[in-house]
Nanobody, 127 residues
Framework: QVELMESGGGSVQAGGSLRLSCKAS????????RAWFRQAPGKERERVAAIWSAGGDADYHASVKGRFTISQDNAKNTMFLQMDDLKPEDTAMYFCAVTACGSKYYVFAPQYKYEFYGQGTQVTVSS
């Protein structure tokens, strides 16, 4: 049984930082793509960042480039999202996701479908 568990969400003021973590269990794929998605009320879910387990290649949504950093610890099946210089428009429920991924090129495909999602962690940024 696959389980993804996020942690690290919370409330901060604009300009602040948060670090999200996602621990995965039950994943048996040799190579995976790991990603963070977010969804704000009334808006569609969007992919914030993604990373390839085998090579560490990463991709970011234009709105977070230079502010967010995705990273991973393959040995611990854990992924992270360091969020700096947070803005009120970053307020959303953040979800981690994992899927089988045999090539780094899928990291650069925002519409690539992910198989497993966590329950989400809320991030709220006040102005």
């Amino acid at each position: 049984q696959v389980e993804l568990m996020e942690s690290g969400g919370g409330s901060v003021q604009a300009g602040g930082s948060l670090r999200l973590s996602c621990k995965a269990s039950g994943i048996t794929y040799v190579s995976v793509c790991r990603a963070w998605f977010r969804q704000a009320p009334g808006k569609e879910r969007e992919r914030v960042a993604a990373i390839w387990s085998a090579g560490g290649d990463a991709d970011y949504h234009a709105s977070v480039k230079g502010r967010f950093t995705i990273s991973q610890d393959n040995a611990k099946n854990t992924m992270f999202l360091q969020m700096d210089d947070l803005k009120p428009e970053d307020t959303a429920m953040y979800f981690c996701a994992v899927t089988a991924c045999g090539s780094k090129y899928y990291v650069f495909a925002p519409q690539y479908k992910y198989e497993f999602y966590g329950q989400g962690t809320q991030v709220t940024v006040s102005s």
